[in-house]
């Protein structure tokens, strides 16, 4: 035994055989650490593909941490008399005192192994939505879209959320068997318009945005449909009418399946037919803001008599 790992047993009361361990611990990461560095460096020498290098360094980082695991794991094991003891043992104390993160680890497993999303899809968890760009041992990581940004664009902040956030946290899925999702917006005008003419122009429009991408929408729901009850079947654009009375306007509600991740470009593409098509039209106009003022006398004007109309 040296003189330091004497004064060490001394003064902070750890073994020379615990010594030994955790100098033999720290030079198997030092060295596992290269080693992934070195591993990361010829992978994106070898690889070209973005995506391919992402798994294939993902793939190295489990292989290199498990290698780990079990190289620190027979440095400590030796000398132990009784394997299930120490394992009851150390069991125990982990759920005491690591319990986050071994849920965490937990969440990884079930991430790795159920698939409830990978990187590259479109999530809502606790509120937060964006596109996973990273999993992790015990995180993963989305590119926020939303919070103070119109539309489903992306804010430019990752967020990292603990694994076990797809157990006790609200989770939502954007894409897991479809990509289309239905987008709403409302278009009102005043009673003075010709609201059922309004009404087959929006028609038209919605329509016309829809031809396309309705075929390709009912072959993925129909095949999402056989692993999951879907009671709408019922694809086409629909707009419907309401009488928005604090307003006092006709509200057309416009409703359609898009892309998931054009959902701001095909909302964009109807506002743009409907701003050109009732431009065309004398009798159909969009309801805006208008204050009406009435008053007994023209030179006495009394705000106590005053009727505000928004329409």
């Keep these: 035994m040296t003189k330091v790992q004497q004064w060490i047993a001394t003064n902070l009361y750890i073994s020379p055989d615990i010594q030994n361990n955790i100098f033999r611990t720290i030079i198997v990461i030092i060295i596992m650490r290269i080693l992934y560095s070195l591993l990361k460096k010829f992978l994106y020498g070898l690889i070209g593909d973005d995506k391919v290098y992402y798994k294939s360094r993902k793939t190295a980082s489990y292989v290199i941490t498990i290698l780990a695991l079990i190289l620190v794991g027979r440095i400590w094991l030796e000398g132990v008399g009784s394997f299930m003891t120490f394992v009851g043992l150390f069991s125990a104390a982990l759920a005491i005192v690591m319990k986050d993160i071994i849920l965490n680890i937990a969440g990884w497993v079930f991430i790795i192994i159920r698939a409830p999303f990978k990187v590259g899809d479109r999530v809502e968890v606790s509120g937060i939505s964006g596109d996973v760009i990273e999993i992790e041992l015990f995180s993963f990581t ?152 009435c008053y007994n006398d023209e030179k006495d004007l009394k705000f106590e008599n005053k009727n505000i109309e928004i329409s």
């Design 142 to 293: 989305i590119m926020e879209i939303r919070n103070w940004i119109y539309g489903d664009k992306y804010t430019g902040r990752t967020v990292r959320m603990p694994n076990v956030s797809i157990f006790n946290k609200s989770f939502s899925h954007f894409n897991e068997e479809t990509p289309y999702i239905w987008n709403e917006f409302k278009i009102s005008v005043p009673f003075r318009s010709n609201w059922k003419k309004a009404k087959n122009i929006l028609e038209d429009i919605v329509d016309k945005n829809s031809k396309e991408i309705i075929p390709e929408a009912e072959a993925s729901i129909k095949y999402a449909a056989r692993m999951f009850q879907l009671l709408d079947s019922d694809y086409r654009p629909k707009v419907y009418t309401t009488i928005d009375y604090e307003s006092a306007n006709i509200t057309f509600i416009i409703r359609f399946i898009c892309h998931y991740k054009r959902k701001r470009g095909a909302a964009e593409k109807v506002y743009e037919d409907i701003l050109s098509e009732f431009e065309k039209h004398e009798d159909v106009e969009f309801a805006y803001p208008i204050t009406k003022i």
